[in-house]
Structure formats: structure tokens, C-alpha cells
């Protein structure tokens, strides 16, 4: 007979490009992991029930019994039906995920959306640990945001809040795919600085990471580097002012640069500021992880299973590659 202890939660992260899946025992260990590509191209939600069936039956071969799976998405994401409205980047519409997956595994599931979900994480045991507002932005493929305001992450009206990336923070500028220009997610998302960089001239296929290395030789990487620093700067000097957080957290790839990305942006968002102080603007506990935490920690939850101050703390959690 299976005791509590060998109990389990499953967490499923999904992507524009890959599905990350965990299987997280009861301490918020990382006991085994899988990422597979997520075939936007193909059919995306084919590869979202094959992981997770995988993943549950890889957890019985640990001898771990799951009690429940929590799998986030991007786009718009009715957490309350566990039906993803629209996800532009995996071309997913009216996808009942819960449903869905209940069915394949015969356990309960929790849906969210990646940005809420890595809120969180933090909120539980990251660098928003004890904090009742603030805000987390992953700077990714795209960029949203978890609002967290009295300890609730904030869906809004039509499960929409925190579409950030399409804050206009150039008026008139580069056309964005939403169909506006100037978009924050334009200039200051992973893909977005790759895209920008290669279209001005820079090394074709370069990533976020590369363009930081070459930012102080490269006088194009200094161009978009400079452009995406300012405009998120504006725009978290805004969302400071609407909503008043007591911190901002960021995360992606952008944010590993450290200094050379944070210094920049701080200082803008101060510059915008000229009656006020900034919040503090911190970095990801949990990084590219964050949000297959904030799985397992709604896994959990929606198990009846209790999750304790510091549960998944990044100590737990081994770093990705």
C-alpha cells in the first residue's frame, strides 16, 4: 500500500517550443524530469497529453504515486473551467486542458497560466517570499506579468491580466504580431531581441545570451540591448504607478545577464519616477523553473495536500541543462 510519503504531484510547463514536466515529491524535490519539443507546427495539444501520460507513468516506475498534475500554458487561460481560451504561440483556442487530461490520467488538474503560475512560486518560496503585492514578468518568448495584489494573483475580467508584452511603449514603432506596434514584447522579450538584432543587421539565429556577450563590442547588440532596457524600464515605471507594488521580480533568459541587464533597467524605471521611489527589482529564484514549480504547487492544492512556507524552494530544484 502506498504511504503518504511516497505521494507525488506532477507539473507540466508548456511552451511555444518545448514541454517541461516534473515529477515533485511530497519535500518539493524534483525527483525526475522530461522536456520534449511542443510541435506548434504539428499538434500541440497531442504532445501535452503524451507528456503528461508519460509522466505519470514514470512516477509509478519511481514507485511514486501521483495525487494530482497541474500543467500551465500561456495566452488566456480560464483557470476556473481549465479551458485555455487562446495561446497564440502554440495555437491552441478553446482547448478544455482539464477535461482533457483528467480523462487520459484519472486524476485531479489543476490549469493555469505560466506567468500566475511562476508567481506563485516566488510567493511561496522565491524573491517574493512573505509579500502580499507585487509583480513577477518573465521575459521569454513573450512577456506577461502575474499581478499579485493581498496574495492573490490577479486573472482580471476575461482571464487577460498581465498581457503586458503588449503595452505600447514605443507609439508608432516596430509592428508587433498582435497587430499594434511599439509593443513592449517587441523590443524587450527574448525573441523579440533576437528577431530586432537579425533584422538590423546582427548575427543571424543569435540568441538573448549572445547578444548579451556581444553587447559591448557589437555596436547593433548595444542598439537593441539599450532599446529593450528603456522600453521596460517605462513600462514597469507605469505598472509601478498603477499598481504599486511592494516588488518586481524578473525573470528568462534575459534577466541571467545580471548586472548588465538589471543596472539598465532599474535605471530607467527610476528616471521615470521623478516624485517617488522604485520598488525593488529583483531576479528569479527560480529562473526558466518557475512556473513548473507554481504547477506542482497548484498540483498540489488542488489535491488537498498542504503546501508549507518554503515548499520547492530553488534548493530543491535543479537548475535546467
Keep these: 500500500m502506498t504511504q503518504p510519503e511516497d505521494r507525488c504531484v506532477l507539473a507540466v510547463d508548456v511552451g511555444g517550443t518545448t514541454i517541461k ?17 511542443s510541435q506548434a507546427d504539428d499538434d500541440p495539444v497531442k504532445a501535452v497529453r503524451s507528456l ?3 509522466l505519470r507513468d514514470d512516477a509509478l516506475a519511481l514507485g511514486v ?21 487562446y495561446a497564440a504561440n502554440l495555437r491552441f483556442r478553446d482547448v478544455p486542458l482539464r477535461a482533457l487530461i483528467g480523462n ?5 488538474v489543476a490549469v493555469g497560466h505560466d506567468a500566475r503560475a511562476a508567481g506563485v512560486a516566488e510567493a511561496v518560496a522565491g524573491a517574493a517570499r512573505g509579500l502580499d503585492n507585487f509583480l513577477l514578468l518573465p521575459l521569454g518568448t513573450g512577456i506577461a506579468a502575474a499581478v499579485v495584489v493581498h496574495g492573490m494573483p490577479v486573472s482580471g475580467a476575461t482571464a487577460s491580466a498581465g498581457e503586458v508584452g503588449h503595452m505600447p511603449v514605443y507609439p508608432g514603432g516596430e509592428p508587433c504580431s498582435c497587430g499594434q506596434r511599439g509593443c513592449l514584447e517587441v ?34 547588440a548595444r542598439a537593441v ?11 514597469l515605471a507605469t505598472l509601478t504607478l498603477t499598481l504599486d507594488p511592494a516588488r518586481i521580480v524578473l525573470g528568462g533568459g534575459l534577466a541571467d ?21 522604485p520598488p525593488p527589482v529583483l531576479r528569479s529564484a527560480f529562473g526558466a523553473q518557475a512556473a513548473q514549480v507554481g504547477a506542482a504547487v497548484m498540483a498540489r492544492r488542488e489535491a488537498g495536500l498542504p503546501v508549507p ?13
Excluded at 480560464?78 to 485555455?84: A, M
Excluded at 487520459?104 to 485531479?108: K, Q, R, Y
Excluded at 523590443?187 to 533576437?194: D, E, H, Q, T, V
Excluded at 540591448?225 to 513600462?235: E, M, N, S
Design 21 to 37: 514536466g516534473a515529477v515533485v515529491d511530497e519535500d518539493g524535490r524534483f525527483r525526475h524530469s522530461l522536456v520534449v519539443p
Design 52 to 54: 503528461c501520460l508519460r
Design 65 to 85: 504515486t501521483p495525487a494530482a498534475i497541474g500543467v500551465v500554458t500561456p495566452g488566456i487561460v480560464d483557470e476556473v473551467d481549465g479551458v485555455v481560451r
Design 104 to 108: 487520459d490520467l484519472g486524476l485531479p
Design 187 to 220: 523590443y524587450a522579450s527574448a525573441g523579440g531581441l533576437a528577431r530586432r538584432y537579425a533584422r538590423l543587421g546582427g548575427t543571424p539565429g543569435s540568441d538573448s545570451r549572445a547578444i548579451a556577450d556581444a553587447v559591448a563590442t557589437d555596436p547593433v
Design 225 to 235: 540591448w539599450d532599446d529593450a532596457t528603456q522600453a521596460l524600464g517605462t513600462a
Design 257 to 277: 545577464a545580471g548586472a548588465l541587464f538589471f543596472d539598465p533597467v532599474r535605471d530607467a524605471l527610476r528616471a521615470a519616477l521623478a516624485w517617488r521611489n
Design 309 to 321: 512556507d518554503a515548499w520547492g524552494a530553488p534548493e530543491l530544484v535543479p537548475p535546467v541543462g
